[in-house]
């Protein structure tokens, strides 16, 4: 008796349109950490709460433009050829909102709520302290690896 078994492969749909395909398209799409769809609900809001005068002008409203400024121009920073060898990132985060603010580019509100957060909330003061450690001990790490292995060489030949 022979018997016969029936082989049954999983087909994969491969979805071409459709709401779904391009929900899954979007959310493939990353800006930072987050999909667009979230990325771009988050500016819609923060930036419709400072057009409209909604935006606290306090560490609430502050952080919430340097998260969605600092996200979008450190992902920036990070795929431009020339800059993302030379610390692009960081030179995006810094230089584009102060130009942004110089030409008059964000809204009075959000410009008083950074403000406020940096000066009124003395953030400066708690983050200077808290970066400095954190690179210098980078920083040690790599030259005391450096330099353990350019000392421990000549004694490794002396055997």
């Known amino acids: 008796m022979e018997q016969q078994v029936e082989l049954k492969v999983p087909v994969t749909e491969v979805r071409t ?27 819609a809001i923060i930036f419709g709460a400072s057009f409209y005068g909604k ?12 998260m969605i400024l600092g996200i979008l121009l450190g992902d920036v920073g990070l795929r431009l050829p020339i800059l993302k060898d030379i610390g692009g990132p960081a030179i995006l985060s810094i230089f584009v909102p102060s130009c942004m603010v110089f030409y008059g580019l964000l809204d009075e509100n959000a ?3 950074v403000t406020a957060f940096t000066k009124g909330a003395n953030f400066l003061y708690f983050y200077i302290p808290v970066s400095l450690p954190a690179v210098s001990s980078a ?3 790599r030259s005391s690896f450096k330099a353990s292995s350019v000392c421990s060489y000549p004694w490794s030949l002396a055997r």
Not at 22 to 27: E, L
Not at 55 to 66: K, R, S, T, V
């Open 17 to 43: 349109s459709g709401f779904s395909y391009w929900k899954d398209k979007a959310m493939s799409i990353k800006i930072g950490p987050l999909p667009l769809p979230v990325y771009l609900t988050m500016v």
């Open 111 to 113: 410009v008083k709520s």
């Open 55 to 66: 935006l606290p002008a306090d560490m609430i409203g502050g952080l919430a433009i340097m």
């Open 139 to 141: 920083w040690l790490e």
